[in-house]
């Protein structure tokens, strides 16, 4: 067989198996693994490398505008560039609906940002912000039998949140078309009430954000959820979580098994309240909800990555730019409550759980490739054309030295931010190429290919989805007297 690209001699390591072989490309598809194959038109040397999946980003914040009326720092050429540069190969970004929005005309937005400028493949969750009878009854069916299979709802923000009725509705809808619900759960009404009185107390600095989030609204919210869930049968992914207390829902459910997954993002291991404790503003630059909490909350989310709570590890990359463009858009004095929510994480990601993850023998080599990449193909409907390294997946591959040592800062990575809160951080291990479909994406430190390069990835319906059949009880009572499967 003719290959356009051959990998040669590389350790190639997936979510389970590790062999050092060649991988031959051709059409953008891995068409061979083993060793001394046939010479190739073109050939990359990775003796002393892994070779590992593409990462798959599954949560990041691009080109969006907030509820507040913000836009991110980075559209779809800065972010994918980012992205690509600390081996990431293909991102799911939210197409975000607001009040009064047609979810399809939403869609159809994102699409036109995205097509023009992405240089690594990409796909949309959805947002769910006004679940309008036009909205669940034809655009979100619709979208989801088109490959759109995941969608997050909140549980607070005032311009977002959905009450637990609504939220019934949607699991309900999710259940029906075999989609994966993903939920920010934070308590609204318990952060409320502590941010009233923070500010009536005068505290308004970055730091209070923190304190306004406390542990158990995380907690509780994520209990509420999931019980919301169980009553349904229907599954759910609780994103970025941030505590113990929100972990050991998790756990609670997972161990009667429930179809309840997780994920968490690098803030949450490498940040601590105490980074938003700094002089002027600058804690504002580590703002995001749920916020950073300390270093017993780390150690439990190390302990859950570990152990198998967590099924995806993403970047959560929420890119506002330390200006009155991004975070000081209610000016330098603003209260904590009016700093814009988030932080960049992107390119970092990936370097940051293998350097801290894997070196610290805290994960292995094979739950850092599931946490990064092939889990997410999996519960996202990607898989095996992504997160694997097998013939006929997409050559979606990052050749990494796992000896080389970086210091981050800012000035080296490729977002639009402005800065980065790990700024300073040494880490050994960083991507000397990456592939995204056969194509040298990036190649020690260099952007190789063009920009709207990148293409669109529909999705199947995820058997993570697929319900036990084993609702409550009182559903059960509900279908036995005719009301129909899950209502």
Same mark, same amino acid.
């Given at each position: 067989?003719?290959?356009?690209?051959?990998?040669?001699?590389?350790?190639?390591?997936?979510?389970?198996?590790?062999?050092?072989?060649?991988?031959?490309?051709?059409?953008?598809?891995?068409?061979?693994?083993? @060793? @001394?194959?046939?010479?190739?038109? %073109?050939? =990359?040397?990775?003796?002393?490398?892994?070779?590992?999946?593409?990462?798959?980003?599954?949560?990041?914040?691009?080109?969006?505008?907030?509820?507040?009326? =913000?836009?991110?720092?980075?559209?779809?050429?800065?972010?994918?560039?980012?992205?690509? #540069?600390?081996?990431?190969?293909?991102?799911?970004?939210?197409?975000?609906? #607001?009040?009064?929005?047609?979810?399809?005309?939403?869609?159809? !937005?994102?699409?036109?940002?995205?097509?023009?400028?992405?240089? =690594?493949?990409?796909? $949309?969750?959805?947002?769910?912000?006004?679940?309008?009878?036009?909205?669940?009854?034809?655009?979100?069916?619709?979208?989801?039998?088109?490959?759109?299979?995941?969608?997050?709802?909140?549980?607070?923000?005032?311009?977002?949140?959905?009450?637990?009725?609504?939220?019934?509705?949607?699991?309900?809808?999710?259940?029906?078309?075999?989609?994966?619900?993903?939920?920010? +759960?934070?308590?609204?009404?318990?952060?409320?009430?502590?941010? @009233?009185?923070?500010?009536?107390?005068?505290?308004?600095?970055?730091? $209070?954000?923190?304190?306004?989030?406390?542990?158990?609204?995380?907690?509780?919210?994520?209990?509420?959820?999931?019980?919301?869930?169980?009553?349904?049968?229907?599954?759910?992914?609780?994103?970025?979580?941030?505590?113990?207390?929100?972990?050991?829902?998790?756990?609670?459910?997972?161990?009667? &098994?429930?179809?309840?997954?997780?994920?968490?993002?690098? %803030?949450?291991?490498?940040?601590? !309240?105490?980074?938003?404790?700094?002089?002027?503003?600058?804690?504002?630059?580590?703002?995001?909800?749920?916020?950073?909490?300390?270093? !017993?909350? %780390?150690?439990?989310?190390?302990?859950?990555?570990?152990?198998?709570? $967590?099924?995806?590890?993403?970047?959560?990359? +929420?890119?506002?730019?330390?200006?009155?463009?991004?975070?000081?858009?209610?000016?330098?004095?603003?209260?904590?409550?009016?700093?814009?929510?988030?932080?960049?994480?992107?390119?970092?990601?990936?370097?940051?759980?293998?350097?801290?993850?894997?070196?610290?023998?805290?994960?292995?080599?094979?739950?850092?490739?599931?946490?990064?990449?092939?889990?997410?193909?999996?519960?996202?409907?990607?898989?095996?054309?992504?997160?694997?390294?097998?013939? &006929?997946?997409?050559?979606?591959?990052?050749?990494?030295?796992? %000896?080389?040592?970086?210091?981050?800062?800012?000035?080296?990575?490729?977002?639009?931010?402005?800065?980065?809160?790990?700024?300073?951080?040494?880490?050994?291990?960083?991507?000397?190429?990456?592939?995204?479909?056969?194509?040298?994406?990036?190649?020690?430190?260099?952007?190789?290919?063009?920009?709207?390069?990148?293409?669109?990835?529909?999705?199947?319906?995820?058997?993570?989805?697929?319900?036990?059949?084993? &609702?409550?009880?009182?559903?059960?009572?509900?279908?036995?007297?005719?009301? &129909?499967?899950?209502?």
């Amino acid at each position: 067989m003719d290959f356009d690209l051959v990998i040669r001699d590389g350790n190639a390591v997936t979510a389970t198996e590790e062999v050092f072989c060649d991988i031959g490309i051709k059409g953008g598809s891995i068409a061979a693994i083993g @060793k @001394k194959l046939p010479k190739g038109e %073109q050939e =990359i040397d990775a003796d002393g490398n892994y070779v590992f999946p593409g990462g798959i980003d599954s949560h990041t914040h691009i080109e969006q505008l907030s509820s507040s009326g =913000i836009m991110c720092a980075d559209d779809f050429y800065t972010g994918t560039v980012s992205a690509a #540069h600390g081996g990431t190969t293909t991102i799911l970004s939210f197409a975000a609906q #607001h009040k009064g929005d047609s979810l399809r005309d939403v869609v159809s !937005a994102y699409h036109l940002k995205a097509k023009e400028k992405a240089v =690594i493949d990409y796909g $949309f969750h959805l947002i769910i912000s006004d679940p309008s009878e036009s909205v669940m009854q034809d655009e979100l069916p619709e979208l989801i039998r088109n490959g759109y299979t995941s969608f997050k709802v909140y549980m607070t923000y005032d311009a977002l949140r959905l009450d637990d009725y609504q939220m019934l509705d949607v699991f309900h809808l999710a259940r029906r078309e075999g989609a994966l619900m993903m939920i920010h +759960a934070e308590n609204h009404d318990l952060i409320r009430w502590v941010t @009233k009185r923070l500010l009536d107390l005068g505290a308004r600095a970055p730091k $209070f954000h923190a304190v306004s989030h406390p542990r158990l609204a995380e907690g509780e919210a994520t209990s509420r959820a999931i019980s919301l869930a169980e009553f349904l049968d229907t599954p759910c992914l609780i994103v970025h979580v941030s505590s113990e207390d929100g972990m050991e829902a998790i756990q609670r459910a997972q161990r009667r &098994g429930l179809k309840v997954f997780a994920e968490t993002c690098p %803030q949450y291991l490498f940040l601590t !309240a105490e980074d938003l404790d700094q002089p002027d503003m600058a804690g504002a630059m580590c703002c995001c909800s749920p916020p950073p909490r300390d270093i !017993a909350s %780390q150690e439990a989310i190390w302990r859950g990555l570990a152990n198998g709570t $967590f099924q995806v590890f993403s970047s959560d990359h +929420a890119p506002y730019r330390f200006d009155e463009t991004g975070k000081l858009r209610q000016g330098e004095e603003a209260p904590f409550n009016k700093i814009a929510n988030g932080v960049p994480g992107l390119e970092v990601r990936m370097p940051l759980l293998f350097s801290e993850g894997v070196l610290k023998k805290r994960i292995d080599l094979h739950q850092f490739v599931e946490l990064t990449s092939t889990r997410a193909a999996k519960l996202y409907g990607m898989f095996p054309r992504k997160g694997s390294i097998s013939v &006929g997946a997409d050559a979606d591959l990052v050749i990494w030295d796992g %000896q080389k040592e970086v210091t981050i800062a800012w000035e080296n990575l490729h977002d639009n931010v402005g800065y980065t809160p790990y700024e300073g951080r040494k880490v050994t291990g960083w991507p000397l190429t990456v592939l995204s479909r056969g194509r040298v994406v990036v190649d020690n430190g260099e952007l190789q290919v063009e920009k709207g390069s990148g293409l669109f990835i529909p999705r199947e319906k995820p058997s993570s989805a697929e319900p036990l059949g084993r &609702g409550s009880h009182e559903a059960g009572l509900m279908a036995r007297y005719g009301f &129909g499967e899950a209502w």
